[in-house]
């Protein structure tokens, strides 16, 4: 790699670094000023679950923007090497985008309508349902982009697929014995949820990190 496009790429993930902060910031700013004035007893389980939600709001967001703007946006923010590169994967890349942002969207309504005495547009048995509805509508979306991956992408789905089974099954092992033993106590139902879909991210990242992709090319 020449000195040039080793600048380039140090560029690149700093301003990645910058607008993704910015972008967080924002969706925590945006998340007060809705919930401003509410007299509501958030609990930790609901705290997290809601950041996680937010989390792939903030991933569907970023990737479904870059898709709809792939030169003025995309390739200065995603993984890629250029625009043409996610003009070609738009399908995967827009159905991955907008999956990521009704899961989002689902997780954080499952944990608005559980709080005490919020003013939730439906209940939390309906933001359950919902929940399992959206997570149809993405494994349907997913399956076609799942067909037309190349091996390294399979490859990569699977490592993290594996990773995340493994993390999950040392915490149900530990907090769950802990919790039976009276050392520690239970999961609450909402951590399950949250362990589910943040463990799964986070074994992503470990996948794709693994193999050198997190420097932008």
């Not at 309508?113 to 439906?122: E, I, K, M, R």
């Amino acid at each position: 790699m020449t000195t040039e496009v080793r600048a380039l790429s140090h560029r690149k993930m700093a301003l990645q670094a910058l607008i993704g902060a910015l972008a967080g910031g924002g969706g925590m700013l945006a998340a007060m000023w809705l919930i401003e004035g509410e007299t509501l007893a958030w609990r930790p389980s609901q705290i997290i679950l809601a950041g996680v939600g937010l989390i792939y709001a903030l991933m569907g967001l970023f990737v479904g923007l870059g898709v709809l703007a792939p030169r003025a946006f995309g390739q200065r923010m995603l993984n890629v090497a250029d625009a043409e590169e996610i003009v070609e994967e738009r399908a995967n890349m827009g159905g991955s985008a907008l999956s990521c942002i009704l899961i989002g969207a689902a997780l954080t309504l499952l944990a608005y309508t559980t709080v005490d005495g919020a003013n939730a547009p439906v209940s939390a048995p309906a933001a359950f349902w919902i929940v399992l509805a959206l997570l149809a509508i993405g494994t349907a979306i997913t399956l076609p982009i799942w067909r037309r991956l190349d091996e390294l992408w399979r490859r990569l789905t699977i490592d993290a697929s594996a990773i995340a089974g493994n993390i999950l099954l040392v915490l149900c092992i530990v907090w769950g014995g802990g919790a039976a033993a009276g050392l520690v106590a239970g999961p609450h139902p909402l951590d399950l949820v949250s362990a589910a879909f943040g463990i799964f991210l986070l074994a992503t990242f470990i996948a794709v990190g693994r193999r050198g992709m997190m420097t932008p090319p």
